[in-house]
């Protein structure tokens, strides 16, 4: 990033770090989703891990046998954390978007597994698949 957006210290957290000048000072709002494991808050596994204690690997490469979250995890972001990964399938010729897990980096509360349930629903929609857990 280079010197690009101002300076901002993350309390509890060691380095420098950059803010796009006009988010300085807002409140923040977060919200619910899933990202591909290309998203650029996740794209620098070492940084998601120091910003978020966030560990992440896609395991597409990996044995089945060897893998933890699953082929193609998606990393699940909820408010102002990374909190776990989805592993679901498209199930083309079948219609539906197979849910294979949901991996809780901690446990989720009741408000996050039905945040993250509605963005599984949104990602079927937009997929034109239906749901199955």
């Not at 899933?34 to 966030?54: I, M, T």
């Not at 978007?97 to 446990?107: F, R, T």
């Amino acid at each position: 990033m280079g010197q690009a957006g101002e300076q901002a210290v993350v309390a509890g957290l060691p380095g420098t770090w950059r803010v796009h000048p006009p988010y300085l000072g807002l409140p923040f709002s977060g919200r619910t989703a899933l990202l591909s494991p290309f998203d650029r808050l996740v794209h620098d596994r070492v940084r998601a891990e120091v910003l978020f204690g966030f560990e992440y690997i896609l395991e597409m490469y990996k044995p089945k046998q060897k893998r933890r979250w699953g082929y193609f995890a998606l990393p699940i972001l909820c408010r102002e954390g990374l909190v776990g990964k989805l592993d679901a399938t498209a199930d083309r010729k079948g219609g539906r978007l197979v849910v294979n897990a949901i991996h809780e980096d901690m446990p989720f509360s009741k408000s996050t597994m039905d945040a993250v349930r509605r963005e599984i629903t949104d990602l079927a929609t937009w997929l034109r698949l239906d749901v199955c857990d």
